[in-house]
């Protein structure tokens, strides 16, 4: 029985001892343009460009989900997924999912008010909103 778990042991020792060889790079993310969803040029399949912040690199990312915005304070949805490098075809994993503003501001003091107020809009403006993705190394 000893033996028996001896070899047991040295057999599955190997698979406990397997080394990990994917490594994951975090990296930063900002629109080289300003994307809104207030003028409607931004649909769900509409393709967006980011840049990699501190280098040249541009990734393309896909808007999966897009809903515009409404009265009764429903805010805009925009999320954006399947994230690659323009040039070298390199994937990126990450979802960017952002919502429009719920005016807070307004509806703490004015209650009745969301009955006719309309929610806000996604926007996000180049350098100033930065984003993390992750690319496999």
């Known amino acids: 029985m ?4 001896l070899l047991f042991i040295l057999a599955n020792l190997p698979l406990s001892v397997t080394p990990a060889f994917a490594k994951k790079e975090l990296v930063n993310i900002t629109p080289v343009e300003k994307i809104t969803t ?11 460009n980011f840049k990699i912040v ?26 954006i997924d ?15 999912a952002l919502n429009g503003s719920q005016h807070n ?20 403006l180049p350098d100033k909103d930065v984003f993390g993705l992750w690319r496999e190394e």
């Open 105 to 124: 501001e307004v509806m703490e003091y004015l209650t009745w008010f969301d009955l006719w107020a309309r929610g806000g809009e996604v926007t996000i």
């Open 2 to 5: 000893k033996k028996f778990l």
């Open 54 to 79: 501190n280098t040249d690199k541009i990734l393309r990312g896909l808007v999966v989900k897009y809903e515009p915005n409404g009265m009764l304070g429903k805010e805009a949805i925009l999320v």
């Open 82 to 96: 399947q994230f690659y490098d323009t040039q070298s075809g390199e994937k990126y994993t990450g979802t960017l």
């Open 38 to 48: 207030a003028n409607d040029k931004v649909m769900e399949g509409d393709y967006v």
